[in-house]
């Protein structure tokens, strides 16, 4: 962009280096600005760079766009731009150049652009690039502005850092910001092309669909083009082109070996960033037959209300279940969460199991550090996102039961945001947060919850409740909690597994009189409350959701009070979504199988009921020793 003016040969001056500068802020209401325009006159407002906060600090090369204001429709625009000079034509970061605007008009007037249509071709009239033949100096303090004409001839008079008028300070240096996204593995984050390449563990086969977006906000840039390419040997020498709309990869999977995903964005200034994304390819055997993760945080300090069980009588009551699996040896197939210094297990050493039981408490777990899921919106907000390495391992046939405490934000509900924790919620459209439409980030779809266990709403017993329209009266003591599960037969697929027990209670000991889960204790929760509910009915209807198809309910629960919006609604659940894979296992025998999950710990359930229980799923898992 070129302009002409008195103003501008001081520019030259300043951009021949024979002035030092520095910024110092100056609030645009130093000068009394005029009198408001008359109503109608044309206006224009500067959206792109959008618009800070604070004075911000763009590229030497920096696009700028503007359109129309709420007054008459402009017929021809102009623009200047300059270091920031006072009166006495020096460099003054200081002084209030846009109130000068304002108030001298006539001092400008030969700084000004030529008049453009508003609507000339190749949008010339809404856009314009500031540096491509200007040099800008790096920690100048500039001003650009743009004045509207209708046709009538009648001209914008007022300028005004909110609208038509823009002070900003030339970075030193700048590059994009490059946001990588995959399905699995979640996001990565670049910057400039010295960034160390992140690393990954990846399951063999699963396919990769790598999307990106470069953000230039920080700096007003404007991206020109993205390139890519699979395992380039010498990153210097690559010369593909940059080319504007390609913000996606073409899917692959790999089986074996490291493989590098190079992508790389360029500004209209030239500044690149260079992404470099290192799948590594872990074996996957699958060669034993059931690992148990240990994951339910308790001491042995006695528990006399019962309201959990020691970490000893935990152990005993699952290494009991896990001995009716053929093959589970508790000396190597126990991952204990805490023994572990609460590390995620890895990925190498689930592939080595076909069938996985975890078992979660609400907190202190590993548990919510494998399925947290960050919104695809909050990419790039922060650092290194983790990898849930449980999709990995049932997209890959292996099968799995969870369960555990269920209460507050714990069970699936440990995939969310903390801001999302509220409920009942959508996946689907709420991951960030309650919402009133479904308008923002879908990218809950993704989120292990939705995608591999079918469930499009989550809600609790004893949690943090939404408020507003719609929602019933929700008590938990004595109203909402659980007193027995049904089984629910309406579903086809449990219907056809009548070992499942058709009613579940509570295990005697943890209900008798003056227990935690007494349900006649007035000062207790009167019930049972470590639950979380799946596609509740009462909030279903009310926003006009469905369940997915691949969603199976196995038990429902019976409420306290049968007005309870809880009542009949789903707890315990099939997994299906890769029923169908068989296993690739390099020792024994693969079996397609539906995967299960409890939204409650079943330590303190029946113990027959327990027992006809792990009959069923250890018989699906073809892991059963026949008794």
Same mark, same amino acid.
């Given at each position: 962009?070129?302009?002409?003016?008195?103003?501008?040969?001081?520019?030259?001056?300043?951009?021949?280096?024979?002035?030092?500068?520095?910024?110092?802020?100056?609030?645009?209401?130093?000068?009394?600005?005029?009198?408001?325009?008359?109503?109608?006159?044309?206006?224009?407002?500067?959206?792109?760079?959008?618009?800070?906060?604070?004075?911000?600090?763009?590229?030497?090369?920096?696009?700028?766009?503007?359109?129309?204001?709420?007054?008459?429709?402009?017929?021809?625009?102009?623009?200047?731009?300059?270091?920031?000079?006072?009166?006495?034509?020096?460099?003054?970061?200081?002084?209030?150049?846009?109130?000068?605007?304002?108030?001298?008009?006539?001092?400008?007037?030969?700084?000004?652009?030529?008049?453009?249509?508003?609507?000339?071709?190749?949008?010339?009239?809404?856009?314009?690039?500031?540096?491509?033949?200007?040099?800008?100096?790096?920690?100048?303090?500039?001003?650009?502005?743009?004045?509207?004409?209708? *046709?009538?001839?009648? /001209?914008?008079? &007022?300028?005004?850092?909110?609208?038509?008028?823009? #002070?900003?300070?030339? =970075? @030193? +240096?700048?590059?994009?910001?490059?946001?990588?996204?995959?399905?699995?593995?979640?996001?990565?984050?670049?910057?400039?092309?010295?960034?160390?390449?992140?690393?990954?563990?990846?399951?063999?086969?699963?396919?990769?669909?790598?999307?990106?977006?470069?953000?230039?906000?920080?700096?007003?840039?404007?991206?020109?083009?993205?390139?890519?390419?699979?395992?380039?040997?010498?990153?210097?020498?690559?010369?593909?082109?940059?080319?504007?709309?390609?913000?996606?990869?073409?899917?692959?999977?790999?089986? *074996?070996?490291?493989? /590098?995903?190079? &992508?790389?964005?360029?500004?209209?200034?030239?500044? #690149?960033?260079?992404? =470099? @994304? +290192?799948?590594?390819?872990?074996?996957?055997?699958?060669?034993?037959?059931?690992?148990?993760?240990?994951?339910?945080?308790?001491?042995?300090?006695?528990?006399?209300?019962?309201?959990?069980?020691?970490?000893?009588?935990?152990?005993?009551?699952?290494?009991?279940?896990?001995?009716?699996?053929?093959?589970?040896?508790?000396?190597?197939?126990?991952?204990?969460?805490?023994?572990?210094?609460?590390?995620?297990?890895?990925?190498?050493?689930?592939?080595?199991?076909?069938?996985?039981?975890?078992?979660?408490?609400?907190?202190?777990?590993?548990?919510?550090?494998?399925?947290?899921?960050?919104?695809?919106?909050?990419?790039?907000? @922060?650092?290194?996102?983790?990898?849930?390495?449980?999709?990995?391992?049932?997209?890959?046939?292996?099968?799995?039961?969870?369960?555990?405490?269920?209460?507050?934000?714990?069970?699936?509900?440990?995939?969310?945001?903390?801001?999302?924790?509220?409920?009942?919620?959508?996946?689907?459209?709420?991951?960030?947060?309650?919402?009133?439409?479904?308008?923002?980030?879908?990218?809950?779809?993704?989120?292990?919850?939705?995608?591999?266990?079918?469930?499009?709403?989550?809600?609790?017993?004893?949690?943090?409740?939404?408020?507003?329209?719609?929602?019933?009266?929700?008590?938990?003591?004595?109203?909402?909690?659980?007193?027995?599960?049904?089984?629910?037969?309406?579903?086809?697929?449990?219907?056809?597994?009548?070992?499942?027990?058709?009613?579940?209670?509570?295990?005697?000991?943890?209900?008798?009189?003056?227990?935690?889960?007494?349900?006649?204790?007035?000062?207790?929760?009167?019930?049972?409350?470590?639950?979380?509910?799946?596609?509740?009915?009462?909030?279903?209807?009310?926003?006009?959701?469905?369940?997915?198809?691949?969603?199976?309910?196995?038990?429902?629960?019976?409420?306290?009070?049968?007005?309870?919006?809880?009542?009949?609604?789903?707890?315990?659940?099939?997994?299906?979504?890769?029923?169908?894979?068989?296993?690739?296992?390099?020792?024994?025998?693969?079996?397609?199988?539906?995967?299960?999950?409890?939204?409650?710990?079943?330590?303190?359930?029946?113990?027959?009921?327990?027992?006809?229980?792990?009959?069923?799923?250890?018989?699906?898992?073809?892991?059963?020793?026949?008794?």
């Amino acid at each position: 962009m070129r302009s002409a003016g008195s103003i501008l040969c001081l520019a030259s001056r300043v951009a021949s280096g024979c002035i030092a500068l520095a910024f110092i802020g100056c609030g645009e209401d130093s000068v009394a600005p005029p009198a408001p325009d008359s109503p109608g006159l044309p206006d224009v407002i500067i959206e792109q760079p959008p618009p800070a906060a604070i004075e911000p600090q763009y590229a030497k090369v920096t696009a700028f766009g503007w359109r129309a204001g709420e007054g008459a429709v402009p017929a021809h625009v102009r623009y200047l731009w300059s270091p920031i000079v006072d009166i006495a034509g020096n460099y003054n970061p200081a002084f209030n150049i846009i109130a000068d605007l304002n108030n001298n008009p006539r001092r400008y007037e030969s700084a000004w652009s030529r008049w453009i249509p508003f609507d000339a071709p190749g949008d010339s009239g809404r856009t314009t690039v500031l540096g491509d033949d200007e040099v800008l100096l790096p920690g100048t303090v500039y001003v650009f502005a743009v004045q509207a004409r209708d *046709a009538a001839g009648r /001209t914008s008079g &007022v300028f005004s850092a909110s609208t038509n008028a823009r #002070r900003f300070k030339v =970075r @030193a +240096t700048v590059a994009p910001l490059l946001i990588l996204y995959d399905e699995y593995l979640v996001g990565f984050r670049f910057l400039g092309t010295n960034f160390t390449p992140e690393r990954r563990d990846l399951a063999p086969g699963v396919p990769q669909r790598f999307t990106w977006r470069a953000d230039v906000s920080d700096y007003g840039g404007t991206i020109v083009g993205y390139r890519y390419a699979w395992d380039v040997p010498d990153a210097g020498a690559w010369d593909a082109p940059f080319e504007p709309g390609l913000t996606g990869a073409n899917e692959v999977a790999f089986y *074996a070996g490291v493989h /590098t995903l190079f &992508v790389e964005t360029i500004d209209i200034a030239g500044n #690149r960033t260079l992404a =470099r @994304a +290192t799948m590594n390819v872990v074996p996957f055997p699958m060669d034993r037959s059931l690992l148990f993760v240990d994951d339910y945080y308790s001491t042995n300090v006695p528990v006399n209300d019962y309201s959990n069980p020691t970490e000893s009588v935990h152990d005993q009551f699952w290494l009991r279940i896990c001995s009716r699996a053929s093959g589970f040896d508790p000396a190597m197939d126990v991952y204990d969460a805490v023994q572990n210094q609460l590390n995620v297990p890895a990925l190498d050493l689930l592939g080595r199991y076909r069938n996985v039981i975890w078992t979660y408490s609400s907190e202190n777990n590993v548990w919510s550090k494998m399925i947290v899921f960050t919104p695809e919106s909050q990419v790039g907000k @922060a650092g290194r996102h983790p990898v849930n390495y449980l999709s990995m391992f049932l997209l890959k046939g292996g099968h799995l039961w969870t369960l555990g405490q269920g209460q507050r934000g714990g069970g699936l509900a440990t995939a969310l945001p903390v801001a999302a924790q509220s409920f009942p919620m959508n996946l689907a459209c709420e991951i960030t947060g309650n919402r009133t439409d479904c308008d923002g980030d879908r990218s809950g779809v993704h989120s292990m919850p939705y995608r591999d266990y079918c469930v499009t709403m989550l809600d609790k017993i004893d949690g943090i409740l939404r408020t507003g329209s719609g929602m019933p009266e929700r008590i938990k003591n004595h109203f909402d909690c659980m007193s027995y599960m049904l089984r629910d037969d309406s579903d086809p697929l449990t219907a056809e597994h009548p070992g499942f027990p058709p009613r579940i209670d509570l295990w005697a000991e943890a209900t008798m009189q003056g227990r935690y889960f007494d349900p006649e204790d007035s000062l207790g929760p009167g019930g049972f409350t470590y639950v979380e509910v799946y596609d509740p009915g009462y909030w279903m209807e009310r926003t006009a959701a469905r369940s997915q198809p691949c969603f199976h309910p196995i038990y429902s629960m019976r409420a306290k009070s049968e007005s309870s919006a809880l009542n009949d609604a789903a707890v315990a659940l099939w997994v299906t979504k890769y029923e169908h894979v068989v296993p690739e296992v390099s020792a024994g025998t693969g079996v397609a199988a539906a995967s299960f999950h409890f939204g409650f710990p079943l330590w303190f359930f029946r113990r027959s009921a327990v027992d006809s229980i792990v009959a069923v799923v250890f018989d699906e898992w073809g892991i059963l020793i026949p008794q």
